[in-house]
């Protein structure tokens, strides 16, 4: 077997016992102790062998090569099998503590003290509904108790509202009287930015033909200028990349929305 250029140095080779492997689970442990998870990222600068070494188990899972009893292992640590895997793993913990003080997941659909758990939540829904949710994501939200489909029930979770629902579908009739700037999932990984003025861009407008007139759910971007943070993986500060509301949001804010489904973090 093979392995990808660049995994390991002089001093990690693989010898006749396969990898170190409980020594590094050991590593891996500890630094979750201080670090409070184990989303170590590959480029490690506190524990470079560490880094190479959660990278591999990666790769070997994949190809294969990890046995049953590794990956439960793993598992119980909290080991972040893809790096978009802690994104998703944090707004699920969101829902979790959300159901715990509430008694339910019914996520209102317009809720100010956490859009982001609103639009994730609509997000899960949709792609489940074009099948585009993986069987694990599914199977982990259905042991919350998740509904798939909420239109028409009554939930105390609407804090003085009367219904929770996903984001309400906007239709053609509709888009000449808002102005409001949105990313539309209108495939996988695919949010188109349009804020409801002018032609509708080729992808969203394939989209809405498709499904009678209406648009797909939608993440409302800030009004007014802001500083979002993007980080890399494993990375506790994020770079500060400034928008000031109007025109196309940047590219590597783009990027993040795609890989995760909800924005970065922000401040005004």
Excluded at 172 to 200: F, M
Aim: glycine share 8%.
């Amino acid at each position: 077997m093979s392995y990808p250029r660049g995994l390991f140095d002089k001093g990690f080779r693989m010898n006749g016992n396969n990898l170190k492997w409980d020594e590094m689970c050991r590593a891996l442990e500890s630094y979750k102790e201080k670090h409070g998870h184990a989303n170590v990222p590959a480029k490690c600068k506190e524990n470079p062998q560490l880094g190479r070494w959660v990278a591999m188990q990666r790769y070997r899972r994949k190809v294969g090569e990890l046995s049953a009893g590794q990956i439960e292992t793993l598992d119980k640590e909290g080991f972040i099998w893809a790096p978009t895997d802690a994104v998703w793993s944090r707004m699920f913990d969101k829902l979790v503590q959300f159901k715990k003080k509430r008694g339910h997941c019914d996520v209102p659909s317009s809720w100010p003290a956490d859009p982001h758990l609103s639009n994730w939540v609509a997000n899960q829904r949709h792609r489940k509904k074009m099948g585009t949710l993986s069987p694990e994501r599914s199977k982990r939200l259905e042991s919350t108790g998740f509904s798939w489909a909420v239109y028409g029930k009554v939930s105390s979770a609407q804090e003085g509202q009367t219904q929770a629902a996903p984001v309400k579908a906007v239709t053609k009739a509709r888009r000449e009287n808002e102005a409001e700037e949105r990313l539309y999932l209108a495939g996988i990984g695919a949010y188109i930015q349009y804020n409801g003025c002018g032609p509708l861009p080729p992808r969203l407008d394939r989209y809405v033909s498709q499904h009678k007139g209406e648009f797909p759910p939608y993440i409302p971007l800030p009004k007014g200028p802001v500083r979002f943070r993007v980080s890399e993986e494993g990375a506790r500060l994020g770079r500060a990349i400034n928008w000031t509301g109007k025109g196309m949001i940047p590219e590597d804010v783009r990027e993040f929305v795609n890989e995760h489904g909800v924005l970065p973090p922000h401040d005004y």
